[in-house]
């Protein structure tokens, strides 16, 4: 039976360090306040700024909006960026993405400053998780990986480290973090031989292929901790991730749910960051 | 008996089809112009500088420099950058560092264009390298790796690949670029555990580590290509790498000398950097 790592418990521990952390930061004159940017009304947008805007109630950020049609041009939605970038008063931008295909995603990228980059979209932000220096943010998915592993006290260095999938949201950034806490990072993707051997090797392994239910048992082997960073909906409309939880579960030593597990600290690290961010502003 | 991976055979081949692009760019009034700047008179960059001359010398690309004092005003170098980066005559900019330490390394490092950066220093570089777009240009001594496989036809796709070192001039980038050319890579460093068997694993190897001949024959086994990224002097005076060349030879099948290996290339690409830069002013 493994060790389940749950994100609820991760998330309560962050939220009460948040807590103190915007408290602190209210007695010294600034409140932490995201800027949440949405061009259109994409379902998934709004239900994940609607837990966003939930969490920043729950640890007393503030939120700015800016809505915009889905056929607002380029130039009106630089012009929000360029207006988050421009108030002291917002310390971080939420932008959902992808953007309409009229809108150069460069472009938008390009206008935003990194220190108000939470979500670790621009170069800047990838320059600093590459460096690791202290330049814009890493990708939130990232960081909440990290997040877990630190709260249940899983230290990767000097560890066999394996991580699926090498998008710049998830698998290149947290082979990067991985790293720079000193663990032997592998990285896997779709052209990787005998993926299942490599899968293996790993003492930690960071599963972001993007697939539903694709490590199976033969990924596995005792005493790997597993992190399943997918989330996908099955047929019958359940969630499952990238890992066969019932197969993996019985072999490993500790594993991430589905849903419960990455997901549910995703939002909170995006807060988090917004009030890192004001803590910088702050001086 | 390795096959010996000799630099001067990639250099022969950049060299021709460097000079027929820098005609192709003087036939359309480009002429492709590095710019070298100094501060200070270390042996070392004089001697880089004399070599990085005669190369472009040899393909027809011009030289402008720009040579300041040891005690020359941050403000002073700050203005160079600015010179070079608002001179459409000047392609491309090399930087001898470390910089006098009165001088900040990262104000000069973000006052260069990307689009001038052949040495790959900037974040904007860093950020393409990690990325994967074209943004700035790689760090040269990894190109130079990246060169040599590609001469002697060693596709890293579907590959074992271990790197050793993690530093931003070459095991960082070199793993990224490797990674994007679909081998699967393992980056291992100082706090890895038992290194001979990690590197055993690479079926392509490159040693960054910065150690003299520190790996030695356990690090090796059959069929192995290695590249050997280190040069040091040794007390009799005499050159060597990170690899125990005597020892690793016998045992792989293909192996950079040193010297005569990387350096080698290392030169000429910075030159093919500049050229490139030309090329995109040309449009």
Redesign the interface.
Known sequence: MAQILKGKEVVDALVETMKKDVEALKARGVAPTLGIVRVGERDDDISYEKGAKKRCDSVGVGVKQYLLPADAPQQQLLDVIHEVNNDKGVHGALLFRPLPKHIDDNAIRAALLPEKDIDGIT??S??????NIK?GFPPCTAEACMAILAHFGIDP??K?VTVVG?S?VIG?PI??ML?HK?G??????T???DLPS?VREGEIVIVAAGAPENATAEYFREGQIVIDVGIHVKEDGSLCGDVKFAEAEPIVKAITPVPGGVGTVTTCVTIQHVIEAAKKTAG
């Open positions: 170069d800047g990838l320059a600093g998780v590459f460096a330049l260095a000097g066999r090498r710049l290149r082979a990067m790293m000193n032997t990072v592998t990285i896997c993707h052209k990787t031989k490599v």
